[in-house]
C-alpha cells in the first residue's frame, strides 16, 4: 500500500509498505479521508514520536470503510462506515484500528466531514467533560476559539447550555465563532483578554481551555473564578510561563490540569469514545452539532496542508482525501 513517509530532510514523499497486519480486537479500514491535526507537524519535526508500538507513520484519525474484521470482533461488519483514532498510521491507503475507538460515521456526513471528527471533538469532550467535569450554565473561556478543537469545543459547551466565551485573532474567525454559537468574543489582537474580563465578567470563568501556554498561564490564573478548572492542551505560546503567583491559585482554588491524548491507554479511548458516542453522536444527526472544515486538499498534498496549518490561519480542520 502507498502511505506518506518523511525522510532525512523532513520532506514528505509518497512510499510503498506492506498492509498492516490486523490483530485480535483490531479492524482493517480502507481510508477514505484523513484529518490533519498539529501532532503530524510535530511529528514531522522529530518531536512528537509515536507511542511505543504503534505505527511510525503520520495520522492521528481517519475515516473511512472497514475491510477486515479481526478475532474478537462482533461488533462491526464489513462494509461499515466509520470514523475514528488511531496512534499513528493515519497518512495512508489502510490502517489498523482498535475496534472500541471506532465511531459509526452518521449517515448524512460524508467522509470528508467524519475525518473531521474524532481528535477535535474527543479531545474536546475529554477536556471539558472527563477533566473539567463542565455543568450547564458555567462560563467558559476557549482560547483559539475557531480552531479545531476550539470550534468543537464551542459547540460541545453551548450543547448544555454554557456561556461560552472565546479568543481569536481577527474578524473573520470572530464572525465563525459566532456562528458556532460563541456569546462572547474577543479579538486578542485588538483587546487584552484580561482587561476585557474585568470590564466586562467581573465574577470569571469556571473553565478555561488553553492551547497556548506560555504567559497565557498567569493570564488565565487573572480571569479564573472561584473552583475555576484551567485545562492545557498545548504550548504554541511558548514552553515556559512567567512565574506564578501561588496565592492567587490558592485564594481562587484554581485545579490545573494538562492532557494530552495520544498517548493514553487503549481502555481509556474506549471509555471516552464510548461516552462521547452516548452522549453527543446523535447530535450530529439533528445538526446540533457539525464537523468544521477549513480546505479539503488531496492526501498526496499533505505537504500544502501542513504549510496551512503552521500559518495558524485556519477555521477548523484541513482535511486530506484519498481518491
Known amino acids: 500500500m502507498q502511505f506518506i513517509d518523511i525522510n532525512d530532510s523532513q520532506q514528505l514523499f509518497v512510499n510503498e509498505t506492506i498492509m498492516p497486519e490486523v490483530k485480535v480486537g483490531q479492524c482493517l479500514i ?33 475515516c473511512g470503510e472497514l475491510v477486515e474484521i479481526g478475532e474478537g470482533v462482533s461488533n462491526w461488519s464489513v462494509g461499515d462506515k466509520v470514523l475514528g483514532l488511531v496512534a499513528g498510521g493515519g497518512y495512508a491507503e489502510y490502517a489498523t484500528i482498535n475496534s472500541e475507538h471506532l465511531i459509526k ?54 450543547a448544555i447550555g454554557c456561556n461560552v466565551t472565546v479568543t481569536v485573532s481577527n474578524d473573520a474567525k470572530a464572525q465563525a465563532c459566532s456562528e458556532f454559537g ?26 478555561i481551555l488553553d492551547v497556548v501556554g506560555g504567559d497565557y498561564l498567569n493570564k488565565n490564573i487573572d480571569v479564573a473564578g472561584l473552583d475555576c478548572r484551567i485545562i492545557m492542551l498545548a504550548m504554541l505560546g511558548g514552553r515556559f510561563s512567567e512565574p506564578v503567583d501561588f496565592a492567587k491559585l490558592l485564594g481562587k482554588r484554581i485545579n490545573l490540569h494538562a492532557s494530552t491524548l495520544r498517548n493514553r491507554s ?58
Not at 484523513?34 to 519535526?45: E, F, K, M, P, S
Not at 470528508?112 to 473539567?132: P, R
Not at 445538526?287 to 496542508?305: C, F, R, T, Y
Request: proline residues 5%; negative net charge; without cysteine.
Open 30 to 62: 480502507k481510508i477514505h479521508a484523513i484529518g490533519v491535526n498539529r501532532a503530524d507537524l510535530l511529528q514531522r519535526a522529530g518531536k512528537y514520536p509515536p507511542p511505543p508500538g504503534e505505527s511510525p507513520i503520520l495520522g492521528l484519525e481517519v
Open 182 to 207: 460563541a456569546d462572547n468574543i474577543i479579538i486578542y489582537t485588538e483587546q487584552d483578554f484580561v482587561t476585557w474580563k474585568k470590564e466586562n465578567f467581573k465574577q470569571g470563568f469556571d473553565v
Open 266 to 323: 487503549d481502555d481509556y479511548k474506549a471509555k471516552l469514545v464510548n461516552d462521547f458516542v452516548s452522549k453527543f453522536l446523535s447530535d450530529f444527526d439533528t445538526g446540533k452539532l457539525k464537523p468544521v472544515i477549513e480546505q479539503v486538499i488531496p492526501w498526496l498534498e499533505a505537504d500544502k496542508a501542513h504549510s496551512l496549518m503552521a500559518a495558524n490561519k485556519n477555521i477548523g480542520k484541513y482535511i486530506l482525501t484519498i481518491a
Open 105 to 158: 460515521l452518521p449517515d448524512h456526513l460524508n467522509y470528508q466531514q467524519g475525518a473531521a471528527i474524532a481528535e477535535v471533538f474527543l479531545t474536546a469532550f475529554q477536556s471539558l467533560f472527563t477533566i473539567a467535569n463542565l455543568q450547564p450554565n458555567e462560563n467558559v473561556l476557549i482560547h483559539a476559539g475557531a480552531s479545531g478543537v476550539g470550534s468543537a469545543a464551542i459547540q460541545l459547551a453551548k
